[in-house]
């Protein structure tokens, strides 16, 4: 392929809101679902280690994120056919099924936030607006996708290690849990836990505060252990839950 042409596909991808700070970090970037996104930061076999063993952050930018908001959320996933694996309840994610695909429901006062796999955003999206225009009108469907910046800490001292960076308190968070919380007039929502299902933050903030809150976790890096990993090493990790 020539280099014109390599240039117009990746003028057609969405570029991540952390894309400045991989750079700095030395990413190689390859497309992902319609996403320039890092393939690697030099090692992806140490990316996937972290991931699995220790604490790596990783950007689910190209992972689907929808909200249902208003009183009748519950009701708009049953008639979308989608059932959780144990009954949801405020401050609580759970995993989920549509057929044959597997989804993340969390559910914070007066909303539900839907986590998907890369891809299968889009499909669902139209299935809630279809359905929710002529059952339950008075629930907004709001696609996050697009608008907010999606950074994933996974590994087994994901947790601990990220704690002392955050400007906020993680306690309240216990495993399973997820947590709306403003902060310097911002909305941020914490799922704890991962597409791996082990221990894990999510982090979903406005897409334009994503470099600020990428930037805080990279500077200390370092004194943390925290090892940036790469679309290969998450999609392997992804591929042995048999999720990819």
């Not at 679902?33 to 393939?39: K, N, T």
């Not at 959320?73 to 949801?88: D, F, S, V, Y």
Request: contains cysteine; charged residues 20%; glycine residues 10%.
């Amino acid at each position: 392929m020539n280099e014109s042409k390599v240039n117009r596909i990746q003028k057609m991808a969405k570029i991540s809101p952390f894309q400045q700070v991989h750079e700095r970090l030395g990413a190689t970037f390859d497309q992902y679902d319609g996403w320039q996104l890092p393939r690697d930061f030099g090692n992806p076999l140490s990316e996937q280690t972290a991931i699995e063993n220790h604490c790596a952050a990783v950007d689910l930018s190209s992972f689907g994120r929808i909200c249902l908001k208003g009183p009748d959320g519950l009701e708009l996933l049953e008639k979308a056919g989608i059932r959780a694996e144990q009954p949801l309840t405020d401050g609580s994610w759970r995993w989920a099924r549509q057929n044959g695909q597997t989804l993340r429901i969390g559910k914070i006062p007066g909303e539900v936030v839907i986590l998907t796999l890369p891809g299968q955003d889009q499909a669902l999206l139209e299935t809630f607006e279809r359905i929710g225009r002529l059952q339950t009108p008075d629930t907004d469907v709001i696609n996050l996708s697009n608008s907010t910046a999606m950074l994933g800490l996974y590994g087994p001292s994901s947790v601990q290690s990220v704690a002392p960076v955050l400007p906020f308190d993680l306690k309240p968070l216990g495993p399973g849990g997820v947590l709306k919380i403003s902060f310097f007039m911002m909305n941020l929502i914490l799922f704890r836990g991962s597409w791996l299902d082990n221990e894990g933050l999510e982090l979903l903030c406005p897409a334009a505060a994503g470099p600020m809150a990428a930037g805080s976790i990279t500077k200390a890096r370092q004194k943390h252990n925290i090892i940036p990993a790469g679309m290969i090493a998450l999609r392997e990790s992804l591929k042995n839950k048999e999720l990819l």
